[in-house]
Structure formats: C-alpha cells, structure tokens
C-alpha cells in the first residue's frame, strides 16, 4: 500500500498530527514511499540521493520480527509557532536544501513512539517540527533515519548486526 501524502485527514485527529501518525503507520506497513512522502518533496529527494541509500531502509530502522510488534505514537506537547519562526525556517530550508518553501503554518510537536513486542515495551522521545505546504502538512527538516529503541533494544541487537554486516560484504 503506497500513500501518495501525508496531508490528508482520515481519522479523528487534528491535521497537523497527520505526517506523524501516517509516518508511523508507513514504518509499520513497511511503505518505504509512504514514509518518505510524510517528508517536503525536497527532503526526500536529497535522502535518496545520498551515496548509501538503501530502498528497503525500514528494515533497517523497524527490523520484523517473528514474534510480531506493533508501533504506536502519542503527541505529548504541541506549540504553534509564529510568523518570526516560520520565516526562520524558511530561510533555513534555502540554505539545507536549496529550494524555497512557504509555509503557511508550522507546529512543534514532542512525540513519544512505543515499540510493543511480546512482554517489552520500548519508547523514543522526538521532536518533530510539521509544516502546512499548499495545504497539505509535512514533518520538516531530513527524513528522520534513526530512532533510538531499534538501536538500544537487545531484542534486536542480532538483527541489526546481520544487516550491517550484510550491507559491508556487498
């Protein structure tokens, strides 16, 4: 299942939480187009540009199991930001990705990921900025690569092991 966007709105929630929860359904899906279309255009573009992209990278950030896991997420804080910190990131998205963008609205959101396999729990906190676009809401700034309970869980410590070592014998 490919989303097209990440703007949308399809459940109860509030329109700038979408990119998130969209985000959070791609990874767990495994919908690597899903994921990266929750990200401005140009954001994705660069990722996949980059010498070490690898098109199945959600298995590298939310590596399966056979025991099955679920990922949910909840937004913990939310601030709107005002016409001085748009402009702002504006300015700063010229200068990382060399391509202009209006913002129309922006929120800072404080998200907290539970990872949920058998009888663990795992979380990680992040910060995630949204952005409305012509419409439609985006998490601004790179397309986030890592996510610390993958990396701090002992559950999946092998997993990531055999794909980095995988990758380095290619």
Not at 69 to 93: A, G, V
Request: with cysteine.
């Amino acid at each position: 299942m490919s989303l097209s966007s990440c703007g949308k709105e399809q459940e109860q929630s509030v329109n700038y939480e979408q990119p998130v929860r969209v985000l959070a359904k791609a990874m767990q899906e495994y919908d690597e187009d899903g994921y990266l279309a929750c990200f401005t255009s140009a954001a994705a573009q660069s990722y996949k540009s980059q010498k070490d992209y690898n098109e199945e990278f959600i298995q590298l950030l939310y590596p399966e199991s056979a025991s099955g896991q679920k990922l949910s997420l909840s937004i913990t804080e939310h601030k709107e930001l005002d016409e001085k910190e748009i402009e702002k990131l504006e300015k700063e998205y010229v200068k990382t990705f060399r391509r202009r963008i209006k913002i129309t609205k922006a929120e800072r959101l404080s998200v907290r990921f539970k990872l949920f396999q058998k009888n663990l729990k795992r979380t990680d906190n992040k910060e995630i900025i949204v952005v409305r676009v012509n419409n439609t809401w985006y998490i601004y700034g790179e397309v986030i690569d890592d996510y610390n309970f993958v990396s701090d869980a002992a559950v999946f410590s092998d997993i990531i092991k055999s794909a980095a070592s995988e990758k380095d014998d290619e």
